[in-house]
Antibody, heavy 120, light 111 residues
Framework: EVQLVESGGGLVQPGGSLRLSCAAS????????MNWVRQAPGKGLEWVSY????????YYADSVKGRFTISRDNAKNSLYLQMNSLRAEDTAVYYC?????????????WGQGTLVTVSS | QSALTQPASVSGSPGQSITISCTGT?????????VSWYQQHPGKAPKLMIY???NRPSGVSNRFSGSKSGNTASLTISGLQAEDEADYYC???????????FGGGTKLTVL
């Protein structure tokens, strides 16, 4: 069974940093592209970042470019999101999501999310 | 990159059909056949319902179908059921630097 479990969320002050992790199991992690998607409280989904299976290709949303860094450790079946210079508008549930093998533009498995709250 | 445009809400009675639209530009929806649709129940993670405009992943009911015309994609749900009540989001590949863009979401109410 495919499982994605996020961790690392919490309360952080504006300007602070946080590192999210996503532990993957039930599939060959190193063969799949991965993404982070966030959802502010009561709002819609916002795609945040993408990383290819090898980690060689990375994309970011304009709203996080220069502040967030996506990475992965295929040996540990783990995906990460380093978030720096956090702002109030970064407050959201952050989901780890796997790209669908038949269409990398689609996300076929999602974790349950981890809440990040940026507030003083 | 602006979000794709979806109606805020739609409603229908059990057994009826409804359609949710998703309007973008030639840089995303209109330019590529990479539109996806997701269903999200309250407090739950999104679920992939349609990929590449009109394809259903294994296990998704054939009551769900997708299509596209120009810069607008559509999700149709036929034979509405109470459990279809949820938020629905479209997404598309975009040729901008950001790769993917979501719609603002549509709340479906089954009357």
């Amino acid at each position: 069974e495919v499982q994605l479990v996020e961790s690392g969320g919490g309360l952080v002050q504006p300007g602070g940093s946080l590192r999210l992790s996503c532990a993957a199991s039930g599939f060959t992690f190193s063969s799949y592209e991965m993404n982070w998607v966030r959802q502010a409280p009561g709002k819609g989904l916002e795609w945040v970042s993408y990383i290819s299976s090898s980690g060689s290709t990375i994309y970011y949303a304009d709203s996080v470019k220069g502040r967030f860094t996506i990475s992965r450790d295929n040996a540990k079946n783990s995906l990460y999101l380093q978030m720096n210079s956090l702002r109030a508008e970064d407050t959201a549930v952050y989901y780890c999501a796997r790209s669908f093998e038949y269409s990398s533009s689609s996300l076929d498995y999602w974790g349950q999310g981890t809440l990040v709250t940026v507030s003083s | 990159q602006s979000a794709l445009t979806q109606p805020a809400s739609v409603s229908g009675s059990p057994g009826q059909s409804i359609t949710i639209s998703c309007t973008g530009t030639s840089s995303d929806v209109g330019g590529y056949n990479y539109v996806s649709w997701y269903q999200q129940h309250p407090g739950k993670a999104p679920k992939l319902m349609i990929y590449d405009v009109s394809n259903r992943p294994s296990g998704v009911s054939n009551r769900f179908s997708g299509s596209k015309s120009g810069n607008t994609a559509s999700l149709t749900i036929s034979g509405l059921q109470a459990e279809d009540e949820a938020d629905y989001y479209c997404s598309s590949y975009t040729s901008s630097s950001t790769l993917e863009v979501f719609g603002g979401g549509t709340k479906l109410t089954v009357l």
